[in-house]
């Protein structure tokens, strides 16, 4: 075939090359609902509090549409979905794919907050096994990791309408640590490790001041000075305790461990 043909022949074929490459992500495919369609459905499911089948469609809307209209809140909107259902792994995971790829998103406040928001729930779950005297590990790492997402969110964006609540939550997870903290060192004063429970008391009065275990970390301080034989370093220990809270010293006058956590109204 001479070369002048096969030009001609491309000529005629390259309309049909363009208009199937440029349908878009948006465009109506064959092997499914469009990307309207999906977004909708999702929304539907969402409102309804049908969580499992929300994440499900959003899954479908951004897998076979990653770069339409509709992927970015997909992205976010399934996070919401994954909180809501208990799945704080797949949340987490959720949002930091959206965070790293829509950073200008102008509801990128919202992201860091849901991800404070996740991990603060997790923490919650630390709190009922303190109560009876157990501390979880997993969960303190989580009440760590939301002090530090709504830190995050707080820094960049000051004047976002969650500030307010990531504030009073990061009160409340201060506290948490500071009582975990108190929590072990009262197990390694049972267990006759005074040096560590010292260490452990200390670590709160120098990291959560403020926070209402700091009162305990002091008692404890005083004994384990005691029991190592240091009576002038108690002595010291006490006073400082007394003079600072002398209003919290007698058990009437003690809240709740709740009360005493709890920073809101």
């Not at 878009?24 to 409102?47: K, N, S, V």
């Not at 504030?167 to 506290?175: D, K």
């Not at 002595?235 to 600072?244: G, Q």
């Not at 009437?252 to 920073?263: C, G, H, M, V």
């Amino acid at each position: 075939m001479r070369p002048s043909s096969i030009a001609a022949i491309l000529v005629l074929l390259l309309p049909l090359f363009v208009l199937t490459g440029c349908g878009g992500d948006d465009a109506i495919r064959d092997d499914g609902p469009d990307a309207e369609t999906l977004y909708e459905e999702a929304r539907g499911a969402l409102a309804a509090k049908s969580y499992d089948e929300a994440i499900s469609l959003y899954r479908a809307l951004t897998v076979r549409f990653p770069f339409g209209r509709h992927a970015e809140q997909a992205l976010l909107d399934m996070a919401f979905a994954q909180h809501k259902a208990r799945r704080p792994e797949q949340a987490i995971s959720t949002l930091d794919r959206f965070l790293r790829t829509y950073p200008t998103h102008p509801n990128v406040d919202y992201a860091w907050y849901l991800k404070g928001l996740t991990n603060y729930e997790q923490t919650m779950g630390f709190l009922r096994e303190m109560f009876p005297g157990t501390a979880a590990d997993r969960d303190q790492q989580a009440a760590g990791q939301a002090f530090r997402d709504f830190q995050e969110l707080i820094r960049r964006f000051p004047e976002s309408r969650y500030v307010a609540d990531a504030r009073q939550r990061m009160v409340f997870l201060r506290n948490i640590m500071a009582e975990y903290e108190v929590t072990v060192a009262r197990y390694y004063q049972r267990r006759g490790a005074q040096v560590a429970a010292l260490n452990r008391s200390r670590y709160v009065i120098e990291n959560y001041p403020g926070a209402p275990a700091t009162v305990d970390a002091l008692d404890i301080m005083a004994r384990a000075y005691e029991r190592m034989n240091m009576p002038d370093l108690a002595a010291d220990t006490r006073r400082v305790l007394e003079y600072n809270y002398a209003d919290r010293m007698t058990d009437d006058e003690r809240k709740s461990l709740l009360d005493r956590l709890w920073p809101f109204d």
